[in-house]
């Protein structure tokens, strides 16, 4: 009997859901937008409700739109943005909507965080440094400083796939990838919570969920809803993992050495180890594949900065286009007429704080070296350039911890198939990008963990290689620009430091 599997993945502002069969081969992808809770500048969570819906608008998209049978599915998993913070009550029921990643409310909590456990003890522990938002524990310090009552009934604080598996199962549960954006995991070999760190930072151990393996079976599908689409009650519903983690298993990251860009709102730069030998410039993280960690180079608003400039900037292109692809395409091509380096326009993309790998809420996005002479089609490549700058960092540091030389990489996601993007990165990293054809490959990376926790394959390796990765192009380094952008690359790097002690002061 043919065997389907079911992946869902929230994003940033939406969610899909992708069904593949026993061999792999994708059978169709949704997508559906949900709601965002954000009521001041700082604030960003996502309305449970809504999400849930646009999860089950995803499966009504695939069973009558695409015609999958959903009597097929056989297993179930999730992929999620990370962290996506929520308080549970002991029911399930949502205390506190997820908290993402970019929401900065827990600014100071990060801070007392630091001082509680000292900054060098809370990276020997969990491999991370702590930042409003980028890791959970702030934001659970901050509900039990704001929202006392609701820090009182939580049973479990949990992420994103905590939530979408109790509520599938009735089981509380969270994986390995996800726990480590916590601050309260050890992240670097004992792959437990920390008494330690919940002592140190004040969140009760007894608070956090049971800890699994991405493919361990949580429980068995009980939800009318989904039970009313055709699948059947009981299908294992497996734990998951984090958004990046699932999507570079599906692109076939699953042993040390192996590296993935994946570009959207975020771009991520991902290297696989199998030794906890850690960086402070990345988020350190348990991979979905057993006994290896990722090296993640994670800039929060890379592809947002994009959008945020052909938005604000590029009106009259959004008039022109037949719709918002076109137009990306459209401001592209204007940022093809710019001269590599832009004339001296150096972009800073920190446009609501950054992660790796200055790891500081207060940091903006910055255009430096304007002159009269600039135009719009220099600022607009100034920002395809300013990825290309800092993932050159990014794998300068991974190839300065691993001792290994990168020569090149796979890339993923909506942004990645940016003809221009992609070439003015391989220009200035010196990498080979090779640009894969399925744009989503979290959903599909999660459906895999479900295809092994309901044993249609054996283990993430078999699950990993049946993937057919078809490459979409290949972006060969052009070192004909190599002296402007080695240039404009070190006033990047020089950028952040000078800024540093300005930025806060600004706010």
């Known amino acids: 009997m043919t065997k389907y599997l079911l992946g869902i993945d929230v994003g940033t502002t939406s969610l899909k859901v992708a069904v593949i069969d026993q061999d792999a081969k994708l059978l169709g992808i949704a997508s559906s937008k949900y709601k965002l809770i954000t009521p001041d500048s700082c604030s960003v969570q996502i309305e449970t409700e809504s999400m849930w819906q646009a999860m089950l608008t995803g499966v009504r998209l695939l069973k009558d739109g695409k015609g999958i049978d959903m009597t097929k599915i056989a297993g179930i998993s999730i992929s999620s943005l990370c962290p996506g913070l929520a308080a549970m009550d002991q029911d399930g029921h949502v205390l506190v909507d997820p908290i993402i990643y970019s929401d900065r409310r827990s600014t100071e909590e990060a801070d007392l965080i630091l001082k509680a456990v000292g900054r060098d003890r809370l990276f020997e522990v969990t491999a991370n440094s702590s930042m409003a938002g980028a890791f959970s524990g702030s934001s659970m310090l901050w509900i039990k400083r704001h929202l006392p009552d609701e820090y009182k009934k939580t049973k479990y604080f949990g992420h994103l796939n905590t939530l979408l598996a109790v509520r599938m199962t009735g089981n509380f549960g ?13 992240t670097t070999g004992g792959k437990k919570w920390s008494e330690e760190m919940c002592e140190k930072i004040g969140i009760d151990y007894e608070k956090l969920p049971e800890l699994h393996d991405s493919t361990d079976v949580v429980g068995g599908l009980i939800n009318k809803d989904l039970i009313d689409l055709g699948i059947a009650e009981g299908t294992p519903v497996a734990m998951g993992g984090a958004d990046t983690p699932c999507a570079t298993l599906a692109s076939g990251v699953t ?30 993280r348990c991979h979905v594949v057993p006994g290896t960690w990722i090296y993640q180079g994670a800039m929060s608003f890379a592809g947002a900065a994009n959008e945020w400039f052909l938005k604000q900037f590029c009106g009259d292109l959004i008039d022109k286009a037949t719709d918002i692809g076109n137009a990306y395409r459209l401001m592209n091509i204007e940022a093809d007429g710019a001269n590599p380096g832009c004339d001296g326009v150096v972009f800073l993309p920190y446009m609501l704080g950054e992660r790796s790998p200055i790891w500081d809420p207060y940091a903006r996005g910055v255009f430096f070296g304007i ?6 089609r220099e600022m607009n ?3 395809l350039e300013g990825c290309g700058y800092g993932l050159r960092q990014l794998s300068g540091i991974a190839e300065r911890i691993t001792g290994m030389k990168i020569d090149g990489f796979t890339s993923i996601g909506g942004g990645a198939k940016s003809d221009t993007w992609a070439q003015i990165k391989a220009d200035i990293t010196g990498k080979e990008i090779k640009v894969l054809d399925v744009n989503d490959m979290a959903p599909i990376g999660a459906a895999l963990l479900g295809g ?4 249609v394959f054996k283990d993430v390796y078999e699950a990993s290689s049946k993937v057919d990765r078809k490459v979409y192009k290949v972006f060969k380094p052009d070192h004909s620009h190599d002296e402007v952008y080695t240039k404009r690359f070190n006033t990047y790097v020089s950028l952040y430091p000078a800024l540093k002690d300005i930025f806060p002061k600004n706010l």
């Open 381 to 383: 490549r100034a920002i």
């Open 371 to 376: 002159s009269l002479k600039t135009t719009r």
């Open 452 to 455: 092994v926790g309901a044993g």
């Open 174 to 186: 969270i994986d390995y990838s996800n726990a480590s954006y916590t601050n309260l995991f050890e």
């Open 255 to 284: 042993k040390a050495g192996d590296v993935c860009e994946s570009v959207g709102t975020t771009d991520v730069l991902t290297v696989c180890i199998d030794k906890p030998v850690f960086d402070r410039g990345f988020i350190n």
